[in-house]
């Protein structure tokens, strides 16, 4: 019997031994578990520290002389400007994806950086790594609460063009002199009956676009052309025309205006040396001017 009993509690003792032993190892187990997550939070944080950081410190060399320092598009060389930069405090964004009225993707941001905004001192950013231009635009976001307080964004549906005919220009011309003439005038310079008394958001007067000239700010692409009239212009006049229209009619509206693109472009066939505001001796950023040129970019 103490034999047994000796056994017995050899046992158990064996048994709670190994059973701390489960248990050590559990808690080993949950504290390597526990570090990892948090080491990957923290790295997670860290990595968004990183990011703003680098956006900022972007922001600061290449954007805040126009865009001002605080985002209100006030920077020291907007004055000499007649189209204003934006003010990113408002996120109200004009060139987006997504439909009228809602906040930009981050990806249409670095669109903008890509592309500029041409004819304006907008230039492509092209001086910076795709790195930095993903940087920056999470720090330009962050000048607005929107995109924290307001549900994400969804781009538009953009079907493929139907084969452009002769039958579709004619739908287009038709649509744009009862939709689009009143502002943009019968013969698209821009001088409808309207346009002189437009305003922008802030209040300041804004003129429709001249659409037979090119290039135009962004929609210089028939994708971009669908896109500017699909979603609008936010804070400007320009309605977005998703809802109003089928897939097919704005598409009868891209080949229209394509159509009546005059062949003396606004600025010239010789290059990035007559360019609008963005070289009329207006300080625009030359490492951003440097880069521009060397791509070749029209
Ligand atoms: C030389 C002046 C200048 C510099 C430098 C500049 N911008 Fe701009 N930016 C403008 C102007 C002017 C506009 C407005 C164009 C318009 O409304 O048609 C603009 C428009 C924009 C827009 C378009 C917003 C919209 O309505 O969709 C974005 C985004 C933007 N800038 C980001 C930047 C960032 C980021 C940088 C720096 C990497 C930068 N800009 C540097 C002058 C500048
Ligand atoms: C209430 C006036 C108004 C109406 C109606 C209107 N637009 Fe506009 N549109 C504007 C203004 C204002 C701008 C210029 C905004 C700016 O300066 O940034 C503009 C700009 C544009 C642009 C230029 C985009 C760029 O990248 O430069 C296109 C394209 C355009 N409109 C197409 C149309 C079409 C097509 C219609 C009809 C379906 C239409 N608009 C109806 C006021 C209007």
Redesign the pocket.
């Known amino acids: 019997m103490v034999t047994g009993d000796r056994k017995n509690n050899k046992e158990i003792e064996k048994a709670m031994r190994f059973k701390s032993t489960l248990l050590t190892a559990g808690t080993a187990l949950a504290v390597v578990v526990v570090s990892v997550l948090s080491l990957g939070a923290y790295l997670r944080i860290s990595q968004q520290e990183s990011d703003y950081a680098l956006g900022k410190k972007v922001y600061d060399t290449y954007c805040a002389s126009c865009h001002g320092m605080n985002g209100d598009g006030n920077g020291p060389d907007a004055v000499l400007m007649s189209q204003k930069p934006c003010d990113f405090r408002d996120g109200v964004y004009?060139?987006r994806s997504t439909p009228r009225g809602e906040l930009p993707l981050k990806s249409d941001i670095i669109y903008t950086l890509e592309h500029g905004v041409r004819t304006t001192a907008m230039l492509p950013q092209l001086q910076l790594s795709h790195q930095e231009m993903e940087a920056v635009a999470g720090y330009v976001m962050s000048f607005s609460d929107k995109f924290k307080l307001e549900p994400a964004p969804v781009a538009i549906p953009i079907p493929a063009a139907p084969p452009k005919t002769d039958e579709l220009v004619k739908e287009g011309k038709h649509?744009?002199m009862n939709?689009?003439a009143?502002?943009?005038g019968t013969d698209g310079e821009g001088d409808g009956p309207?346009a002189r008394y437009?305003k922008d958001y802030k209040g300041r007067p804004?003129?429709?676009?001249n659409?037979t000239v090119r290039p135009?700010?962004?929609?210089?692409t028939p994708e971009?052309?669908y896109k500017?009239?699909a979603t609008g212009?936010n804070g400007?006049?320009?309605?977005g025309?998703n809802n109003a229209?089928t897939h097919k009619q704005i598409w009868s509206?891209v080949d229209y205006?394509e159509s009546i693109a005059s062949v003396n472009e606004a600025y010239g066939k010789n290059g990035p040396e007559l360019v609008g505001e963005e070289v009329i001796g207006k300080d625009v950023d030359p490492s951003a001017y440097e880069a521009w040129v060397k791509k070749g970019m029209k």
């Open positions: 004009q060139f649509l744009f939709a689009c009143v502002c943009h309207v437009l804004i003129m429709p676009a659409l135009l700010r962004q929609a210089n971009e052309l500017r009239i212009l400007t006049p320009m309605a025309f229209f509206l205006i």
